[in-house]
Structure formats: C-alpha cells, structure tokens
Nanobody
Framework: VQLQASGGGLVQAGGSLTLSCAYSGGTNSEYNEAWFRQAPGKEREFVAAINWSGTGTYYADSVKGRFTISRANAINTVYLRIHSLKPEDTALYYC?????????????????????WGQGTLVTVSS
C-alpha cells in the first residue's frame, strides 16, 4: 500500500485548505486512517482519525471545529479540510493508515500503531 498526500501550500491566517491522501496498491476501505503533523523542531502529533467506514471521526483538541476528516472509499481517498488556519498550524502533514485489527478506538492517536505513511505535504500559514 502506498499513500500520496497532496494539497499543502502557503495560506494566509484565516484561510482554508483541503489536503488529500490517495491510496494505491490496496483498497482503503480495509484501513482506518489518520492525519498527523510535525512542525519544525517539534514531535509528530495526532490531528484527526477516521475509521474504515467513515462512521467515526476523532480530532485533537487543538483542531476541533476547524478541521474535518472524511473519506471517499470509492476513489481510495481520504481528505482533511482545514478552515480558519492559524500560524501554529504550520507543519508537514502526513496521512497514515492501519489495518482493521487491534484496539483501534483506544489507540487511534498513536503514530506507532499505523502501518503505512505518506510522504507529507507542507502547510505554511502566514500571519
């Protein structure tokens, strides 16, 4: 399975972006998925997760109400819509996928539980 993240860019504070994560080499309905981000000089952090069917979504407190994760299994793509961007949202955003096994609902925030990672797409927010 390969993941390809795209959609990052330079945006002014208050603006919006939609990030995409496209699958190849598998069927993404077999996987639970998430977005993580890593800002310069900081650890990678959880942003949002969605279960394989799209019926469950989960967010870090810092992004609730501004970020929306969704998926379109028919085209093997997961999205992250970002509104009201802040300078502190500047980071490299990664999509990740994990098989539908294990205790997903208690571990979806843990990067080590994900089996596949995209290469990252850079979001830069100017003030």
């Amino acid at each position: 399975v390969q993941l390809q993240a795209s959609g990052g860019g330079l945006v002014q504070a208050g603006g919006s972006l939609t990030l995409s994560c496209a699958y190849s080499g598998g069927t993404n309905s077999e996987y639970n998925e998430a977005w993580f981000r890593q800002a310069p000089g900081k650890e990678r952090e959880f942003v949002a997760a969605i279960n394989w069917s799209g019926t469950g979504t989960y967010y870090a407190d810092s992004v609730k109400g501004r970020f929306t994760i969704s998926r379109a299994n028919a085209i093997n793509t997961v999205y992250l819509r970002i509104h009201s961007l802040k300078p502190e949202d500047t980071a490299l955003y990664y999509c990740a996928a994990r098989r539908r096994t294990g205790d997903y609902y208690n571990t979806f925030e843990l990067a080590r539980e994900y089996d596949y990672w995209g290469q990252g797409t850079l979001v830069t927010v100017s003030s």
